[in-house]
């Protein structure tokens, strides 16, 4: 872990751990999460990536270790404390309503009234002009706030997500896989949004299991393996093959490559095991 | 949903959400936005089932369309319009109840115990019968959220508990299957008056139809300008992702089943109040003319779509075809293969435009 800038970093775990019965999902994990960066949390599945955010988002409570937000130790005991103290989650499927308008689903559950007593009512131009606003910082015009959110491509859903909890007063965005379920062209669309919302001063935390997503866009990185911190370098101390290496181990990946050529007739099978050969190799190095 | 099968299916709106903006030009078209409403089916298959039962009328002087003809067709309509929204918004979000036909008759006879056996004031008793129905609708939605089973099942058990103790208590009390309820009691009167009685004097509409179009408007607000609203559309959309951005799931839908069976309570208030008394077999059946309402109106099954609006233009079609049955002296058999036709083809136009509502555009 590398010190960096002066002020207290806006959220910091310092050897936490988190046990359900005797199963230790999480051990001796610390990490920081800077204003203005991205911290990439790397780790197959059943690394802790899911434990670790659901303690960060005040889910569940951790068992050791200390919980720092902006410097002061903090203990969440439920999600509206995480919220409050500007910790917000875009989880990859239920971020939004696909059936319900863009601008509904934008102030969903912080719905802006205008009026007292019976005639209390939805503030619907407010919410409108202040979505397309929130929007347009990031890069999408909305023509038509009335459209539902289903009718949008999957990267400009995390957008709507994104911008929600940006206006909200988000500080720290914790973003969970937001791209596993994405193609090519979409992830690149949400590693955009994950930049834009860095540019803005917020500390982002990206989830992935995709070492080819998590560099280009982060500055620090975070493995994770069987519930155990197996690394955390600064963009500078590390490379995007040594990760790859790291998140699936150079031996691991070297033994998949040659079953896949024993079993593989097909061509295709045949490639992939060779890539695998070539990762295996040139991250050895 | 239209009889003659032609109803425009809402087109996909040409529009993307340009990144850049520079290529924005025009608004979106106004017909684009009116084909977008879910209640648009209805309303033209309300025009073309009116045009129909005008066109079929067999009765001397066109009744189906006069003012004599709208009294009827609005009377047949109210009580269905009334139920058909409740359970719309329960539907919106999410939800169904089994039970909401049974609870009129459960409540009505409520109300003619109260009023004739403890010789309560009807006010009183009128007071009572919402409170109880409300209790029962806490209840269903109580037990749908707790055991996270289908409110189909559960609302179909409150459905048959409420059957048997409808007929069995009344058998009970009164050795009938009927409980009457005296026009003496004191406050009668008045109740009847607002809940059973007739305005407009030559052409005699029952006060329901003011009720129905205030439900409508109603819920309508509700629906479309309230917090609450917003979280009906949550919830019956994705309760999971509206519980994640902190609506309160529970909640809502509690309050949703609350507010269908206190519809319920209005309706069979006015069932008893209006007939002076009212049958243990009461409301049976009625729950899947108000689910055929919502759904022809534009409902998803599925929730998180829907229109208040709508479902009470589905009960309207419902009072078309129930009266204008009658005046073209058809079997009125016949009036439920109407009704099976049009939920059918309602159905068919509602898949669709789900289909194009959660595609991606581009």
């Known amino acids: 872990m590398t010190e960096s800038k002066g002020q207290a970093p806006l959220l910091e775990v310092r050897n936490v ?24 949390v790397l780790g197959d599945n059943g690394a802790g990536k899911s434990t670790l955010i659901k303690i960060l988002s005040g889910v569940h409570p951790h068992d050791e270790g200390e919980f720092l937000v902006e410097g002061r130790i903090v203990r969440f005991s439920g999600p509206r404390d995480a919220r409050a103290a500007g910790i917000s989650v875009v989880f990859q499927d239920l971020a939004t309503v696909p059936l319900m308008s ?53 990267g400009e859903r995390q957008a709507v997500a994104i911008a929600r909890a940006v206006y909200f007063g988000a500080k720290v965005l914790i973003l969970d896989e937001p791209t596993s379920a994405l193609g090519v062209r979409q992830s690149g669309i949400v590693l955009k949004y994950v930049i834009q919302a860095r540019e803005r001063g917020l500390g982002v935390i990206f989830i992935t299991h995709n070492p080819h997503h998590a560099y280009p866009v982060g500055d620090r990185f975070v493995l994770l393996n069987r519930g155990r911190l197996i690394g955390s370098y600064a963009k500078s101390e590390t490379t995007l093959a040594e990760l790859t290496q790291m998140m699936a181990g150079g031996e691991e990946l070297e033994r998949l490559s040659k079953e896949l050529e024993k079993m593989g007739s097909e061509p295709e099978l045949e490639q992939v095991a060779r890539e695998l050969a070539q990762e295996a190799s040139t991250t050895g190095t | 949903m239209s009889v003659a099968g032609s109803t425009p299916v809402p087109s996909p709106a040409p529009r993307v959400a340009q990144v850049g903006g520079d290529e924005r030009i025009t608004g979106v078209r106004l017909v684009v936005r009116l084909l977008q409403r879910p209640e648009l089916g209805a309303l033209l298959g309300a025009v073309a089932v009116y045009a129909l039962f005008a066109g079929v009328d ?43 036909g049974v609870m009129t008759g459960t409540s009505g006879l409520l109300l003619g115990m109260l009023i004739t056996r403890y010789g309560l004031n009807v006010w009183i008793g009128i007071v009572l019968v919402l409170v109880f129905a409300a209790a029962i609708g806490a209840v269903n939605g109580y037990l749908v ?53 007739t305005f407009l004097a030559p052409y005699n509409f029952q006060t329901a139809v003011l009720w129905w179009i205030g439900i409508t408007a109603v819920a309508t607000w509700v629906l479309n300008r ?50 002076k008394g009212i049958q243990s077999g009461q409301g049976v059946g009625q729950e899947f003319f108000y689910i055929i309402a919502a759904v022809v109106g534009g409902c998803l099954l599925t929730g998180g779509y829907g229109s208040a609006i709508g479902a009470s233009l589905g009960a309207l079609i419902i009072g078309f075809a ?16 109407f009704l099976g036709v049009i939920l059918f083809l309602a159905v068919g136009v509602n898949t669709l435009v789900r289909r194009r509502a959660t595609s991606a555009r581009r």
């Open chain 2, 226 to 275: 309230t917090t609450f609203g917003n979280w009906i559309y949550g919830v019956g959309g994705d309760a999971n992702a509206a519980r994640a951005v902190g609506v309160p799931v529970a909640r809502t839908k509690v309050i949703l089943f609350m507010t269908t069976a206190m519809s319920a309570g209005v309706v069979g208030i006015m069932v008893a109040l209006r007939y």
């Open chain 2, 322 to 337: 129930q009266i204008g049955i009658i005046f073209a002296n058809w079997d009125s058999n016949w009036y439920f293969t």
């Open chain 1, 102 to 154: 863009i601008w509904r689903n934008f102030f969903l559950g912080s719905e802006p009234t205008r009026g007292v007593g019976p005639a209390r009512r939805l503030n619907v131009k407010f919410a409108k002009q202040v979505m397309r606003e929130e929007m347009h910082k990031m890069g999408i015009d909305v023509r038509d706030p009335n459209q539902p959110v289903g009718t949008l491509s999957g």
């Open chain 2, 58 to 100: 067999s009765t001397p002087g066109h009744k189906f369309s006069s003012n004599a003809g709208m009294q009827n067709w609005t009377d047949a309509a109210s009580t269905y319009g009334i139920m058909a929204v409740a359970v719309a918004l329960l539907m919106i979000g999410g939800e169904f109840d089994l039970s909401a």
């Open chain 2, 145 to 197: 959220i707790r055991t996270k089973l289908p409110s189909f099942i559960i609302t179909l058990a409150t459905f048959f508990v409420l059957r048997g103790v409808n007929v069995g208590v009344t058998l009970l009390l009164t050795s009938t299957v009927r409980f009457d309820v005296s026009d003496k009691a004191p406050g009668f009167d008045s109740a009847h008056a607002i809940f059973g009685s």
């Open chain 1, 17 to 40: 751990s988190k046990y359900f019965g005797s199963v230790i999902a999480l051990r001796d994990i610390s990490m920081q999460v800077h204003a203005g960066e991205v911290t990439c």
